[in-house]
């Protein structure tokens, strides 16, 4: 597996990837303001993605690098990746690449009671990252619950 910045022609790994979650995240693939998040950031390079030695695309994540609070906007892997390591290595390529202490990194994943938390597995990954919930997060589109997880960086 690779991690590298993400380029135009992934634009459309995203999308697949979106398909994978909608059902926990409300509709993206069809939304121009999805699109238009997903090719800001892949401009600003601020986009990776994780792909396999066939340049099939494993993960991708969406990253605000702007201290002192850092901001993981996306970040999904591949239903059949998930528990391989890609969504850790994601995240330790974001952090080496993109932050710079004293601060924190964010992320608004699932509300305990939301369907999506124990079947993502989302909050068990950013807990086992460092990451510790804080407070509640308005709710997602598709009307579930949200909370933002934070981890401090020296």
Do not use: N
């Not at 396999?52 to 702007?66: I, N, Y």
């Not at 990194?105 to 086992?128: K, W």
């Amino acid at each position: 597996m690779i991690v590298r910045l993400a380029r135009e022609q992934d634009f459309s790994g995203f999308l697949g990837l979106a398909a994978q979650v909608e059902q926990w995240f409300g509709p993206m693939v069809e939304d121009p303001g999805f699109h238009s998040a997903v090719k800001k950031h892949i401009r600003r390079s601020t986009a990776l993605v994780a792909v396999s030695s066939g340049l099939d695309l494993l993960g991708g994540l969406l990253f605000s690098a702007k201290a002192p609070t850092y901001h993981v906007h996306w970040l999904v892997v591949s239903e059949k990746e998930r528990g391989k390591g890609a969504g850790r290595a994601l995240m330790a390529e974001a952090t080496r690449r993109f932050v710079r202490g004293p601060g924190s990194i964010e992320v608004i994943t699932f509300g305990a009671d939301h369907p999506g938390a124990v079947a993502s597995g989302a909050r068990v990954f950013y807990e086992c990252l460092g990451f510790a919930p804080a407070e509640a997060a308005d709710p997602g589109p598709e009307g579930g619950s949200r909370q933002i997880y934070r981890r401090a960086v020296t």
